[in-house]
T-cell receptor, first 120, second 114 residues
Framework: AQKITQTQPGMFVQEKEAVTLDCTYD???????LFWYKQPSSGEMIFLIY??????QNATEGRYSLNFQKARKSANLVISASQLGDSAMYFC?????????????????FGTGTLLAVQP | DVKVTQSSRYLVKRTGEKVFLECVQD?????MFWYRQDPGLGLRLIYF???????EKGDIPEGYSVSREKKERFSLILESASTNQTSMYLC?????????????FGDGTRLSIL
């Protein structure tokens, strides 16, 4: 069965420092996708970054980058130059169905999240 | 920008009531999803729909039903609300094709069953 594991329930980081949020996954499908979302205290889920299993390069989006290590089945989120507004819950998720299902589901499996607190 | 709108941010209901949570998206997405979020458990899928009038059970469908009569609207129904259904409910939508398409979420509904 597919599974996402986030082992860090909470983390502190100093403002302007970089931080890595861990995510490991388990799947037997050769084709899969990994997503990171941010959830501030207000509750909305904000999509941050995506990595496909066949992507040759690690994904980057501004201050967010994904350290994708396929052999280790890990997809850690790296936030550079942390800001106070980065304080939030962060979720790692994996697309469940392989693409040859015609994209009919695109269901996601979520980890339990990591609460990040940025300190001034 | 994609807009997913949930009808209420906060809702308080009594046990045994029939509760309707509404979700509307404006991006012509085929897929729509309902999750509940509980501390320490992450997001768990209740139901999803990949087309009008089509629905499939997620991981925790018991005590819930859904309705999708129009493409833009996906309703979650608590047939007879119970206190263990007190939770945060999140609606999401996405395109059907393209595995790199993210799900876009509404702001969530904090539901309390008393």
């Amino acid at each position: 069965a597919q599974k996402i594991t986030q082992t860090q329930p909470g983390m502190f980081v100093q403002e302007k420092e970089a931080v890595t949020l861990d995510c490991t996954y388990d799947t037997s499908d050769p084709s899969y996708g990994l997503f990171w979302y941010k959830q501030p205290s207000s509750g909305e889920m904000i999509f941050l970054i995506y990595q496909g299993s066949y992507d040759q390069q690690n994904a980057t989006e501004g201050r967010y980058s994904l350290n994708f290590q396929k052999a280790r089945k890990s997809a850690n989120l790296v936030i550079s130059a942390s800001q106070l507004g980065d304080s939030a819950m962060y979720f790692c998720a994996m697309r469940e169905a392989p693409l040859n299902y015609g994209g009919a589901t695109n269901k996601l499996i979520f980890g339990t999240g990591t609460l990040l607190a940025v300190q001034p | 920008d994609v807009k997913v709108t949930q009808s209420s941010r906060y809702l308080v209901k009594r046990t045994g009531e029939k509760v309707f949570l509404e979700c509307v998206q404006d991006m012509d997405h085929e897929n729509m999803f309902w999750y509940r979020q509980d501390p320490g458990l992450g997001l768990r899928l209740i139901y999803f729909s990949y087309d009008v009038k089509m629905k499939e059970k997620g991981d925790i469908p018991e005590g819930y039903s859904v309705s999708r009569e129009k493409k833009e609207r996906f309703s979650l129904i608590l047939e007879s609300a119970s206190t263990n259904q007190t939770s945060m409910y999140l609606c999401a939508s996405s395109y059907r094709q393209g595995g790199n398409q993210p799900q876009h979420f509404g702001d969530g509904t904090r539901l309390s069953i008393l």
